[in-house]
């Protein structure tokens, strides 16, 4: 039980921490000339998010451990900072360009598009596995997958430049 409640307490620091980063980030981005786009589907995902955190407080706070889910969960932590590292000043969870800006291709960013989606997608669906909640796992990798295909498209449709900005 002490350790599931450790586990979700680390999480939850940890995407706080995440949160002060990207607001740091975008601010410095914004007044770099950065745009915005996508931003009227950003509260879908912060209510996805912090619903999924909610509900593994609820429901795994006192389940015992899958050590071996949790160990994929600590290596997924470690390609998520291989993720925000390669990005540098650039990570953020929102959506901002920023003109004449090229886009990263070190890191993961070399085999993939979009590897911090592919990252969060696998963390939803493992997290809950290492308390044994299957059908909590299924679910919001369902809901999450529905979210990143809004956020993909808007995405991709900023990076190539025909993404309407938003204030």
């Known amino acids: 039980m002490i350790a599931s409640i450790v586990i979700l307490v680390l999480v939850t620091v940890q995407r706080l921490g995440e949160l002060v980063l990207a607001r740091r980030n975008t601010t410095r981005l914004l007044a770099n000339g950065g745009l915005e786009t996508g931003a009227g589907h950003y509260p879908l995902i912060v209510g996805l998010h912090a ?66 989606y592919v990252v969060v997608a696998l963390e939803i669906g493992v997290l809950p596995l290492a308390f044994d909640l299957v059908a909590y796992a299924v679910v919001f990798s369902i809901l999450n997958a529905a979210v990143l295909t809004i956020r993909i498209r808007a995405e991709s449709r900023a990076l190539a430049g025909t993404g309407t900005p938003e204030v």
């Open 51 to 116: 619903a999924w955190l909610i509900g593994l407080f609820v429901l795994a706070w006192d389940q015992p451990v899958n050590w071996i889910w949790m160990g994929v969960f600590v290596l997924l932590q470690l390609a998520r900072i291989w993720v925000i590292a390669s990005l540098g000043g650039r990570w953020t969870t929102r959506i901002i360009t920023v003109p004449g800006e090229t886009l990263v291709r070190r890191g993961p960013y070399r085999f993939l598009s979009h590897p911090n």
